[in-house]
């Protein structure tokens, strides 16, 4: 039986969590793996998995990734291939910046694969390292494209949980009034999700229009991110119809169902981001009908097809982790806004077309078949390098 540790995201309502615990959960049951994770974001309580969950923070409250239990988790499960799922930059710190691991024993393990989110241009030349030291994986064709070499594997999307409902009785289930327009964005609040541009470009056309109102699915205040609720505090006239999603912990968001039917309340589903690695709330929105106003960037076209409209970026700026993304032009987002406002039509057409092309070209089940393909393929090739 093959043995796999991941190192990313799992038992938390993340986009990354969703990633791992969709392909993971599979490679048990559809390829009888065993598989365990060093679950960023995991603190310990029951969540329902098929793969084994370790707690990141056992030995040290504060080492959210579980730096100081890599060696320990390499030892004691012995994996037959290691697979990290994070940005390339927090991967870089695992292999060669990691205290915990002065001899860079988790550099040096084979085999290992890197799933990678590409989410800007012009890569810092250090990222390069990782081509020499594992099997690079993209989860976009832009990220294939900016890494030569590289394999690809698109996230999936659950079409059967979500799936399009009544606008209507969506908006009426959430206590919503049906009559009014909802702008959505489901997002983690941080710098470069950018809900200030969101903000910014549905400002104007909320004191023109007094039926649209505005929902925001992440905290309001987040450590990495900004204050959104002081952020618009000053615009008193229209900040009551600026709402934010409850019952938001940490580590957990709703369910999937109770997703579902948010994002099909939604009239439309705004995206500011300065650059996406896939853009999987963009997809689930995507399979629930409603049509997508983002930035022409990054892997962001890909997963929006012909679902949406696509705006191309004002400039590039450097990113902290050193590369380019890219500002919004926030006046063509509020004017594809304002235009799609008053296009209904436009809007079915665009959200029937949205729906057919997350269900061709994205799924879980695929994901976890190359996944399996890919993991097999490095465990036979390790094993004849052993071999005299």
């Known amino acids: 039986m093959t043995k796999v540790l991941f190192l990313a995201d799992a038992g938390a309502h993340t986009g990354f969590a969703k990633v791992t615990e969709s392909i993971g959960n599979r490679l048990v049951d559809d390829y009888g793996m065993d598989v365990s994770c060093l679950a960023v974001n995991y603190r310990g309580d029951y969540w329902p998995t098929k793969m084994k969950l370790y707690v990141p923070t056992m030995l040290d409250k504060m080492d959210i990734y579980g730096k100081g239990r890599f060696i320990e988790m390499l030892g004691t499960i012995e994996p037959d291939v290691v697979v990290i799922l994070n940005d390339p930059?927090?991967?870089?710190?695992?292999?060669?910046?990691?205290?915990?691991?002065?001899?860079?024993?988790?550099?040096?393990?084979?085999?290992?694969?890197?799933?990678?989110?590409?989410?800007?241009?012009?890569?810092?030349?250090?990222?390069?390292?990782?081509?020499?030291?594992?099997?690079?994986?993209?989860?976009?064709?832009?990220?294939?494209?900016?890494?030569?070499?590289?394999?690809?594997?698109h996230h999936g999307v659950d079409t059967k949980t979500f799936t399009p409902m009544n606008k209507k009785e969506a908006k009426k289930a959430l206590g919503m009034d049906p009559k009014r327009f909802l702008i959505l964005r489901v997002d983690k609040n941080?710098?470069?999700?950018?809900?200030?541009?969101?903000?910014?470009?549905?400002?104007?056309?909320?004191?023109?229009?007094?039926?649209?109102?505005?929902?925001?699915?992440?905290?309001?205040?987040?450590?990495?991110?900004?204050?959104?609720?002081?952020?618009?505090?000053?615009?008193?006239?229209?900040?009551?119809?600026?709402?934010?999603?409850?019952?938001?912990?940490?580590?957990?968001?709703?369910?999937?169902?109770?997703?579902?039917?948010?994002?099909?309340?939604?009239?439309l589903f705004i995206s500011t981001?300065?650059?996406?690695?896939?853009?999987?709330?963009?997809?689930?929105?995507?399979?629930?009908?409603?049509?997508?106003?983002?930035?022409n960037v990054s892997a962001i076209p890909e997963v929006v097809g012909p679902g949406g409209v696509l705006i191309d970026p004002d400039r590039p700026w450097t990113a902290p982790q050193g590369q380019e993304q890219m500002l919004p032009n926030i006046p063509r987002f509020t004017e594809e806004i304002e235009r799609l406002y008053h296009a209904g039509g436009v809007r079915r057409r665009l959200g029937e077309a949205g729906r057919e092309h997350v269900e061709r070209s994205f799924s879980w089940d695929k994901a976890a078949k190359q996944f399996a393909t890919l993991i097999t393929k490095l465990e036979t090739s390790d094993s004849q390098e052993e071999q005299p």
Not at 202 to 218: A, S, T
Not at 239 to 248: G, N, V, Y
């Open 89 to 153: 930059a927090i991967i870089l710190q695992f292999l060669i910046d990691n205290p915990f691991d002065p001899d860079r024993i988790l550099l040096r393990y084979r085999p290992l694969l890197t799933y990678i989110p590409v989410d800007g241009y012009n890569m810092p030349p250090a990222w390069e390292i990782l081509d020499k030291v594992s099997m690079r994986v993209a989860m976009s064709k832009f990220g294939q494209d900016s890494m030569p070499g590289s394999k690809l594997v």
């Open 273 to 295: 981001s300065y650059g996406e690695g896939f853009g999987l709330t963009i997809a689930e929105a995507l399979a629930c009908g409603t049509p997508v106003v983002a930035q």
């Open 190 to 267: 941080s710098i470069r999700k950018n809900y200030a541009d969101t903000w910014r470009a549905v400002r104007p056309l909320m004191r023109k229009y007094p039926d649209i109102d505005v929902h925001f699915h992440c905290h309001s205040n987040t450590m990495d991110g900004v204050s959104l609720k002081a952020y618009t505090s000053l615009d008193e006239d229209i900040r009551d119809r600026l709402t934010f999603s409850k019952d938001l912990g940490p580590f957990t968001g709703w369910p999937e169902e109770q997703m579902r039917v948010l994002y099909s309340a939604a009239d």
